[in-house]
């Protein structure tokens, strides 16, 4: 990509971001980062230039990534207005809604909202992208170049489907480590070392989904594939069922839903 980019915010999202570009070939004098912070700023990649100022920033760049704290987006937006002209805005600001980031920086811009999640810290994210009316299609282009940079992504006509991509992929790394965490514990209950349990559980985690992404057979189909009939797996399907798993995860993802629909209306 040719488009210069800088990110408002250095923290750990953009910093996945920065690097996953970086390892693409894009030349690190062609991103600039602002942060409060004099630490985050010393300890950028080589050659991407770093401010205290997010005006001085943006000033040579096509793109803006907002990669600030909710709760300072409304400021940053409205001292950002004045000057950011008819550059693409990429925020990745967790429950901000397009109709905010648009009244605070102006009518006019083209706004891409994102919602990624922290396997981007290892270029292996899922990130949920809505496009407001005025963006153009190679302004979308742009935003795919950067995004894939730290892994997937995916396109929304509505918006509010990104209070389910949220609840599922932005949320979701936590359920999978919940899941880790108690397999694990299982194993070193049966008599098994931690280190030995983790590396059991992990790997079969990622052989599973790594199985489960690129085959093209339903999960479902995968799953029987692996339960002989009355062997050890159809005992435990057996009892994750009788203990209703996928009720219960039914009930957790419409949690986190609803809780998103409440922290965007809040």
Known sequence: MQEKVAFLGAGNIARAIMGGMLKQGMSPANIFAADPSADQIASLAPGVQGFSDNIAAIENSDVVVLAVKPNTISELCTSLAPTIGNRLVISVAAGIQSETLQNGLGASVPIIRCMPNTPALVQAGMTGLFATSNVTSAQKQAAESILSAIGQFEWFENESDLDTVTAVSGSGPAYFFL????????????????????????????????????????????????????????????????????AIFARAIAAAHKRSIELANE
């Open 179 to 246: 899941v880790i965490e108690a397999m694990e514990a299982a194993a070193v209950e049966l008599g098994l070392s931690a280190e030995v349990a983790h590396q059991l559980v992990t790997q079969t985690a990622l052989g599973a989904a790594l199985m489960a992404r690129d085959s093209s057979d339903p999960v479902s189909v995968l799953r029987n594939n692996v339960t002989s009939p009355g062997g050890t797996t159809a005992a435990a399907i057996s009892s994750l069922t009788a203990d209703q798993i996928p």
